[in-house]
């Protein structure tokens, strides 16, 4: 058994096929199918149903895959350490994200690192709030940005920076030339809003809150999912909506919305970063969790609290 023969069974059991897992692989047909009776001969079990002119998993093979996952993954940070060991930081760091403004500042953030230390692979996935947490503790990513603290056994959490929540208007729209409004005029105006698990949407409900107004007492117009689909939408001319300052800039900045300040409100929600806790120091992941405050990033995070 080894890593090849493993990797070759990962791949067939995704793609349900030798040929393509063999230019997936770079290696010839013939080459999968060995690994793949290797494999099978080393643990005595069948791990692929061959019959009917198809391929597919036998019960043996879907009970192992994970293990066998959990083994290649293994090996990876192995490689990783030993590497480390002799001063080359390398590696892989999956980030899950789940603001829109952490979208907007990982990108810039990780260009940096990498610029730093080139070997260091990093990958940004989209996700929702749970999906962080379930992506960290399944280990299918090494650290997460959430919009709150978190005090979950087996995570570690560090304040990452502030993101300063807006209302946006169109151009044209009654309010784009007034200094401010009171609370009280959002109640009839058409508002688009995030869905009920996004943290914009919870800062905003909780800010409404200190005034006595409900998520009942709002005209909520439509609720999309997306930040920039939010902001294209009010720019478009379809109602108002509440959005993280980073997601509008670049509309803000062609003018094709407005900032409008609503009076006694300052909407700042505090953006976390999570990791878990492992028993086996991850080099990369430790330089970049440091790297994140670094002094060279102030300007990213001044962006972020403007």
């Known amino acids: 058994m080894d890593i090849d023969r493993l990797n070759a069974f990962l791949d067939?059991?995704?793609?349900?096929?030798?040929?393509?897992t063999a230019k997936r692989l770079?290696?010839?047909?013939?080459?999968?199918?060995?690994?793949?009776?290797?494999?099978?001969?080393?643990?005595?079990?069948?791990?692929?149903?061959?019959?009917?002119?198809?391929?597919?998993?036998?019960?043996?093979g879907q009970t192992i895959l994970p293990w066998a996952r959990q083994l290649v993954r293994e090996c990876g940070k192995l490689e990783d350490l030993a590497k480390s060991l002799d001063g080359e930081v390398t590696g892989q760091i999956r980030i899950a994200c789940t603001t829109a403004a952490g979208k907007y500042l990982l990108p810039q953030l990780a260009a940096r690192f990498r610029s730093r230390h080139p070997h260091v692979q990093i990958r940004i996935l989209s996700c929702t709030q749970e999906g962080a947490i379930d992506r960290l503790l399944g280990e299918e990513a090494e650290l997460g940005v959430v919009s709150h603290e978190m005090d979950e056994i087996g995570l570690q959490c560090?304040?990452?920076?502030?993101?300063?929540?807006?209302?946006?208007?169109?151009?044209?729209h009654p309010w784009a030339g007034k200094q401010y409004i009171e609370p009280a005029d959002l109640l009839e105006a058409p508002l688009l809003m995030r869905e009920p698990t996004s943290g914009t949407r919870r800062a905003l409900l909780a800010e409404l809150a200190a005034y006595d107004i409900s998520p009942d007492d709002l005209n909520i117009f439509l609720e999309v999912g997306n930040a920039e689909a939010i902001v294209a939408s009010v720019g478009a001319g379809v109602g108002v909506s509440f959005v993280s300052r980073m997601a509008a800039a670049y509309a803000l900045a062609f003018e094709c919305v407005v900032e409008v300040p609503v009076l006694g409100f300052d909407l700042r929600r505090k953006i976390c970063m999570v990791r878990r806790v492992i028993p086996v120091s991850n080099r990369a992941q430790d330089i970049f969790w440091?790297?994140?405050?670094?002094?060279?990033?102030?300007?990213?995070?001044?962006?972020?609290?403007?």
């Open 290 to 306: 440091g790297f994140i405050h670094d002094p060279i990033n102030n300007d990213l995070y001044r962006l972020a609290s403007l």
């Open 12 to 20: 067939a059991a995704q793609t349900l096929s030798f040929s393509e």
């Open 26 to 60: 770079h290696v010839t047909q013939p080459t999968v199918s060995k690994y793949i009776r290797d494999l099978e001969q080393a643990l005595s079990i069948r791990l692929f149903d061959r019959s009917g002119g198809g391929l597919r998993l036998t019960d043996a």
């Open 158 to 172: 560090q304040y990452f920076f502030s993101d300063h929540i807006i209302l946006i208007v169109s151009a044209n």
